[in-house]
């Protein structure tokens, strides 16, 4: 596959994979294979670029963000960092690269010690890499980072209850960028948030990456979320990444029928669009028993025979423009016209 990589890239993932051992999470005792929650994952991100990573809940979002911070050990593949891969580097470079790499996490209430003062919260990664020398340049750190993230400083002697959702996650935003980091992987950011504040806080955030010019891993479940967020975006199925590409290649002409559902999901309704709202069919199937051939197969509005048989490899569509679907690679197989009587619905019964 060709993946467009290029050597100015900050983040260069290879053929990543994470399969789960069988059982080992509670309820999931009865399965045999384990579950494969990432898949052959290959793309790049840039410096200063924002990589969006979209699908259903239970796809494998969280876990790749993970991996690619190291958080978990990976089955096989590769996570180079400026070059360095992150997934062999001996414990003590690890610990050093830490501090170029942090996550944002989607809960603002369950990330934060309840007992620890907003202070103590955000200078804890400073103390941690040992950017700070004394108790006052540590406050005159926190109060300049609460400061960058829309907060009065005079809030860093409380504690995390005494605060909105949207103030902690606030919080959470200040610790992440108090080392610096080259590379933040931000995992549904806004998803605990009420509406209204959502917004604020993708804006914050994308204000805080023009200022510094970091990249980000966005996740999010939908695609509204990431609309102005996004450079690139990719689309994630049952572990693997069915579709990535530009933003507006993939909001403009999506090429993969998951993306096109996904895409309607998120339509303003229009009176006047052509368009017409993709209902996908039943739920994500069991992630331990993923479907064979195309995955999507069993629920996709236009499957074919081979669909069920042959998986697709992510084929380039337009310029840096990628999807995993036979019918949306440079070469298509044909479809036999409607009503010719020779295909088999796909059922949901692999
Ligand atoms: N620690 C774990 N042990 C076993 N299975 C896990 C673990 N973490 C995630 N999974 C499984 O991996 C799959 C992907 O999960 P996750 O990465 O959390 O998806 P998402 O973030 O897209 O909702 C799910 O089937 C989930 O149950
Ligand atoms: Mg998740």
Do not use: W
């Not at 924002?50 to 978990?72: D, H, P, Q």
């Not at 195309?294 to 990628?322: D, M, N, W, Y």
């Amino acid at each position: 596959m060709k993946t467009a990589a290029s050597p100015a890239s900050l983040i260069d993932v290879r053929n990543l994979g994470k399969t789960f051992p069988a059982g080992s999470r509670l309820g999931f005792g009865k399965q045999t294979g384990g579950v494969r929650a990432v898949d052959g994952a290959t793309f790049t991100i840039a410096p200063g670029e924002t990589l969006a990573l979209v699908g259903e809940s239970g796809c494998g979002k969280s876990t790749l963000g993970r991996l690619l911070l190291r958080l978990i050990e990976p089955t096989e593949g590769e996570v180079l960092l400026e070059g360095n891969n992150l997934v062999d580097l001996p414990a003590a470079r690890m610990r050093a690269m830490r501090a170029q790499v942090q996550m944002i996490f989607q809960d603002p209430y369950g990330s934060l010690s309840p007992r620890r003062s907003i202070a103590q919260i955000v200078a804890e990664p400073l103390e941690v890499f040992g950017l700070v020398r004394s108790a006052r340049e540590r406050r005159e750190r926190v109060a300049e980072l609460l400061t960058q993230v829309g907060l009065s400083p005079t809030f860093m002697d409380r504690y995390p209850r005494q605060f909105s959702g949207g103030q902690r996650q606030r919080i959470g935003i200040a610790r992440a960028i108090s080392v610096n980091p080259k590379f933040i992987v931000a995992d549904e950011p806004v998803s605990a948030l009420d509406v209204s504040v959502q917004a604020q806080i993708v804006n914050l955030l994308q204000d805080l990456k023009q200022q510094r010019n970091f990249s980000y891993l966005f996740i999010a479940h939908d695609l509204s979320v990431v609309r102005h967020i996004a450079d690139r975006v990719a689309v994630m199925y049952l572990g693997r990444i069915v579709e990535i590409g530009p933003k507006k290649a993939v909001y403009g002409s999506p090429s993969h029928p998951y993306t096109q559902a996904l895409l309607s999901a998120v339509l303003e309704p229009d009176p006047d669009a052509a368009k017409t709202r993709i209902i996908l069919k039943g739920d994500v199937p069991n992630p331990a028993k993923v479907p064979s051939g195309c995955s999507f197969h069993t629920r996709c509005p236009i499957a074919q025979p081979v669909c069920k048989i042959e998986r697709p490899p992510l084929a380039e569509t337009t310029q840096g423009h990628f999807a995993a679907c036979h019918f949306a690679a440079p070469n298509p197989i044909p479809v036999p016209p409607a009503g010719s009587g020779t295909l088999t619905p796909a059922t949901a019964s692999v």
